[in-house]
C-alpha cells in the first residue's frame, strides 16, 4: 500500500472508530450504562456499619440497581435500598440449598423462592462452589443436576437462575475437559450464566468470545477489571488484592463487552470490585468510566 493510500484508509478507519465510541457515549445507546447495577458484596464492610447510608451513597454516585449478596438474610439491605430508589432485580442466595440440598424436593430453596417472588426478584444466582464440588468432572455434573431441578422450579415462580463462574470452573480436568465445559453441555434450556468477566479473564479466556459462544444463554455479567502483569491463566481464587481494579484501569476493555452482551441478549450488567482500599471511590470511579465510552 502506497503512502497516500495508507493516509486515506488510516483516516476512515479513525473516523469510523470515533463514530462508534460517540455511539456508545450517547446516553440513550448503552442501555446497561442507563441502568447500571452494583453487586453489595463490593461494599460489604461499609454496608456492614451503615447499611442505610451506603446505599444512599450508592444512588447518589448513579448506580439504578443492585444485587444483593446473601440472600435471603437480606432485609436491611432490600429496604435500605428500596428507600435509596434502587432497583433490585438478582440476588445471589445461599448457594447449598441447591449445591447441597438437604433433601430431594430442595425444600430450602423453595423457602428461598418464596421470598424472592415476594420481594419481587426476577434473577437468583448460584455465586460459588466449594472445593467438595468442583473437585472432579461428575461433581459438576451433580451440581448441573441439582441446578437443572432448581432452575425448573425458579422459573414456575417466574424467577431466573443462573451460575456465576469464578476461574477455577476453567481449569483444564480430564481429557482437558473443563468443570464449564460440563456446565454448558448440561444445563438445562431454564439454567442460564451470570459471567464475571474478570474471572473468565483470569483464567486465561476472551469474555467477549464467552459471552458470543453462550448467545441467549446469558442472564447477566458483573463486570469488574484485572491488573496487568497477573500471570495468566490462574485457577485459584487467591489472587493478591490489587489484583482487582477500577474499570478501565486494567487489562479488560470493557465497550466489546458491552457490545457482546447486547448481542447475546444479556438482561444486567454490575459492577463488582471484590477487594478495594476505599470501595465507594472505587464504585464512583468504574461508573465515571463507563460514562464515557
Not at 34 to 51: A, F, S, V, W
Not at 169 to 185: A, L, Q, S, W
Request: proline share 5%.
Amino acid at each position: 500500500m502506497n503512502r497516500r493510500a495508507f493516509i486515506k484508509t488510516s483516516a476512515v478507519t479513525s473516523l469510523a472508530l470515533s463514530q462508534t465510541r460517540s455511539l456508545w457515549a450517547l446516553e440513550g445507546e448503552n442501555t446497561y450504562r442507563n441502568n447500571i447495577g452494583i453487586q453489595l458484596y463490593t461494599l460489604r464492610n461499609e454496608l456492614g456499619k451503615d447499611p442505610a447510608g451506603t446505599l444512599q451513597q450508592v444512588a447518589a454516585a448513579g448506580y439504578k440497581q443492585v444485587e444483593l449478596y446473601g440472600f435471603p438474610d437480606t432485609d436491611l439491605l432490600i429496604s435500605g435500598a428500596q428507600d435509596a430508589g434502587l432497583e433490585i432485580h438478582s440476588a445471589h442466595f445461599e448457594w447449598d440449598s441447591v449445591v447441597n440440598p438437604k433433601d430431594d424436593s430442595l425444600s430450602d430453596f423453595s423457602r428461598i423462592l418464596e421470598k424472592a417472588a415476594k420481594i419481587g426478584l426476577s434473577h437468583l444466582v448460584i455465586p460459588y462452589l466449594k472445593e467438595p464440588n468442583r473437585t472432579t468432572l461428575d461433581d459438576y455434573k451433580k451440581v448441573a443436576a441439582h441446578a437443572n431441578q432448581a432452575a425448573g422450579m425458579a422459573r414456575k415462580a417466574g424467577i431466573q437462575l443462573a451460575y456465576h463462574n469464578h476461574n477455577f470452573e476453567f481449569e483444564p480436568k480430564d481429557g482437558g475437559k473443563r468443570g464449564y465445559d460440563v456446565f454448558i453441555e448440561e444445563f438445562s434450556p431454564e439454567m442460564q450464566f451470570e459471567i464475571d468477566v474478570f474471572w473468565v479473564k483470569a483464567a486465561g479466556l476472551d469474555p467477549v468470545e464467552l459471552i458470543g459462544k453462550l448467545q441467549g444463554r446469558v442472564s447477566q455479567l458483573h463486570l469488574k477489571d484485572l491488573k496487568q502483569g497477573i500471570a495468566l491463566p490462574s485457577y485459584s481464587t487467591a489472587l493478591p488484592d490489587d489484583a482487582f481494579q477500577e474499570l478501565g484501569d486494567g487489562i479488560i476493555p470493557m465497550e466489546p463487552i458491552l457490545a457482546a452482551a447486547k448481542a447475546a441478549g444479556v438482561m444486567h450488567c454490575h459492577v463488582e470490585q471484590d477487594q478495594s482500599p476505599a470501595p465507594l471511590p472505587s464504585i464512583r470511579q468504574s461508573l465515571e468510566y463507563l460514562r464515557k465510552l
